[in-house]
């Protein structure tokens, strides 16, 4: 027996079922959002990640062991120079100057870990001409040694374009006094010697986070040594 063909007004109801069914919204099953499994971000979706200097001071010494640079950074920005100063002149130059003369690799300007002091790690620099540059950096902090290679070799190339300014002072043990230099020495901490801060959820703080809460999160912690670097670390600049 041959089955009778749908009628047209039949046809027509079901094409028109099909076509509000595709248009309904589809379920989403990407699953939860970071805010619905974690409680509400403390940063806002899309925002840069917070980084923190790592870096209390960077001074210059003068072949003389005289410094003749110092600038603060970070939560130590607001501390007293001299303080720092006493650090570098108190517990580094001794430990400079023994590292000096027995370097490790002929050459090579970075001289690595010095000493920790109070809640500091002290890191050193010199060139084949005694100028010493020191890097103070919190306790626990991440940094690695290639990045402070790179640190080092930056602030190195800093000094030697302030050094050929014919307004710079001859005579070495004479203060840096410079905005170029400055800036320089700033863009080079921002680069090497900031590290990002770990995400806050409001659902690990339920009283929210503070200004001082987030930043006292942001303390890192390794071992002094830090990595090893590898042969092909980059070397610091030619010799001035």
């Known amino acids: 027996r041959r089955r009778p063909s749908p009628s047209p007004s039949r046809d027509s109801a079901r094409r ?5 069914a ?4 589809m379920a989403s ?5 970071s805010e619905s499994a974690h409680g509400s971000v403390h940063r806002p979706s899309g925002a840069p990640p ?6 209390a001071a960077v001074c210059v010494l003068s072949a003389q062991h005289v410094p003749i640079y110092l600038k603060t950074y970070g939560a130590h920005a607001s501390r007293d120079a001299t303080y720092f100063q006493s650090l570098v002149t108190a517990h580094a130059v001794e430990v400079l100057s023994e590292r000096v003369a027995h370097r ?20 050193g620099y010199a060139t084949n001409t005694q100028i ?4 103070i950096l919190a306790d626990g902090n991440l940094v690695q040694e290639s990045d402070l290679r790179e640190f080092f070799a930056k602030v190195h190339n800093s000094y030697v374009e302030y050094v050929l300014n014919p307004f710079s002072p001859i005579q070495s043990d ?4 410079s905005k170029r230099f400055d800036t320089n020495v700033e863009k080079v901490v921002a680069v090497h010697l900031e590290k990002p801060a770990p995400v806050a959820h409001a659902a690990d703080h339920p009283g929210g986070l503070s200004p001082q809460g987030a930043a ?12 090893a670097a590898s042969s092909s670390s980059q070397q610091g600049p030619s010799p001035k």
Do not use: N, W
């Open 16 to 20: 028109a079922r099909g076509q509000r």
């Open 22 to 25: 595709s248009r309904q919204p």
């Open 29 to 33: 099953f990407a699953g939860p959002t």
């Open 50 to 55: 917070a980084t923190a200097s790592v870096a």
């Open 104 to 123: 490790p690799r002929p050459g090579d300007f970075y001289l690595g870990f010095l000493c920790p002091v109070d809640e500091f790690q002290l890191y």
């Open 132 to 135: 010493k540059f020191v890097a």
């Open 174 to 177: 004479k203060p840096i006094v």
């Open 216 to 227: 006292a999160s942001t303390h890192l912690h390794t071992a002094p040594g830090g990595a």
